[in-house]
C-alpha cells in the first residue's frame, strides 16, 4: 500500500471521529473526565438547557444526540431534568464500575431535600465522556416537589 494511500485513511480515520466528538455548532461533546461530565450535566439541567443536556448525555458510541432520534432524545432530557432539577449539588466521590463506566456519587438538594445519586459515565470516541445512565430513584421525590426555586 503506498504512503499516500495510508494516509488519506488516516485522515479520513481522524476526520470520522472527530465528527462524532464535535458539536453541530462546532462544540466538543463529552467532557474530558467523568466527574466533569456529570457537573456539565447537572449545570445543565439546572440552567434547563436541553441542547447543554445533550452535549454529555450519551454512549461509548458518542452524544445521544448524534444516535438518537430527536424527538425521543428530547423527551428523555425534560424527565432527567425533572428528576435531577437541584438547587445544588457536590461531588462525593468516584470509582471504578462495570464494563469501562466511571460511577460518580453526588449529593444533590432541593428545597428542604438532600438525596444522593450515582451517575455512570462511559468513554466514548476521542477520550470524551458520557453520561450514559443515572439512579432516579434515589432523586424520586425531586419531580413534582417545588422545593424552592432554583433560579440560578
Not at 453541530?24 to 461533546?29: E, K, V
Not at 434547563?48 to 438518537?68: C, H, I, W, Y
Request: net charge positive; glycine share 8%; charged share 20%.
Amino acid at each position: 500500500m503506498s504512503f499516500r494511500k495510508v494516509a488519506g485513511l488516516l485522515f479520513l480515520a481522524a476526520c470520522s471521529t472527530a465528527t462524532q466528538t464535535v458539536a453541530n455548532n462546532g462544540q466538543l461533546t463529552g467532557a474530558a473526565t467523568p466527574a466533569l461530565a456529570v457537573d456539565q450535566f447537572l449545570t445543565a439541567v439546572r440552567n434547563r438547557d436541553l441542547q447543554a443536556m445533550s452535549t454529555v448525555f450519551g454512549t461509548n458510541k458518542g452524544p445521544a444526540r448524534e444516535t438518537m432520534d430527536r424527538t425521543e432524545l428530547e423527551k428523555r432530557e425534560i424527565i432527567l431534568a425533572c428528576y435531577f432539577n437541584n438547587d445544588s449539588y457536590r461531588t462525593l466521590g468516584e470509582q471504578s464500575g462495570q464494563s469501562g463506566h466511571r460511577e460518580i456519587r453526588v449529593e444533590l438538594k432541593r428545597g428542604a431535600l438532600t438525596r444522593q445519586s450515582t451517575f455512570y459515565a462511559i468513554k466514548g470516541p476521542a477520550d470524551r465522556w458520557y453520561i450514559d445512565n443515572m439512579d432516579i430513584a434515589a432523586v424520586r421525590d425531586f419531580c413534582g416537589n417545588p422545593g424552592t426555586p432554583s433560579g440560578r
